[in-house]
Nanobody
Framework: QMQLVESGGGTVQAGGSLKLSCAAS????????VAWFRQAPGKDREFVAR????????YYLDSVKGRFTISRDNAKNTVYLQMLNLKSEDTAVYFC????????????????????WGQGTQVTVSS
């Protein structure tokens, strides 16, 4: 099973930016779609963004559209999440997850779609 490790979290002021990385090992990275999820204290984990295998399609949570950008470098086995204009409501633990199957779009934001998960990286936005 693929192993995923997130990095790049930290504490920033509102309006600031961070870039998260998700490094993969133990599988064929170009054969998986990758998503970012996040979980705020006391809340369920929620979908944030997804990128397909060859980066031809991306999909975002409405509240992050225009502020977050997901990208990938298959040569480096890494997916990124660039986060701009961060808000206090973006505070959460961010997880990356890998989907090796060609699922339909309606399933892209479902946790059950993803088979491998990282341990998470904390993002804290202070107001």
């Amino acid at each position: 099973q693929m192993q995923l490790v997130e990095s790049g979290g930290g504490t920033v002021q509102a309006g600031g930016s961070l870039k998260l990385s998700c490094a993969a090992s133990g599988g064929t990275f170009s054969e998986v779609a990758v998503a970012w999820f996040r979980q705020a204290p006391g809340k369920d984990r929620e979908f944030v963004a997804r990128i397909n295998r060859i980066a031809d399609r991306t999909y975002y949570l409405d509240s992050v559209k225009g502020r977050f950008t997901i990208s990938r470098d298959n040569a480096k086995n890494t997916v990124y999440l660039q986060m701009l204009n961060l808000k206090s409501e973006d505070t959460a633990v961010y997880f990356c997850a890998a989907d090796p199957h060609l699922v339909e779009r309606s399933l892209w934001n479902q946790e059950s779609t993803y088979e491998s998960w990282g341990q998470g990286t904390q993002v804290t936005v202070s107001s």
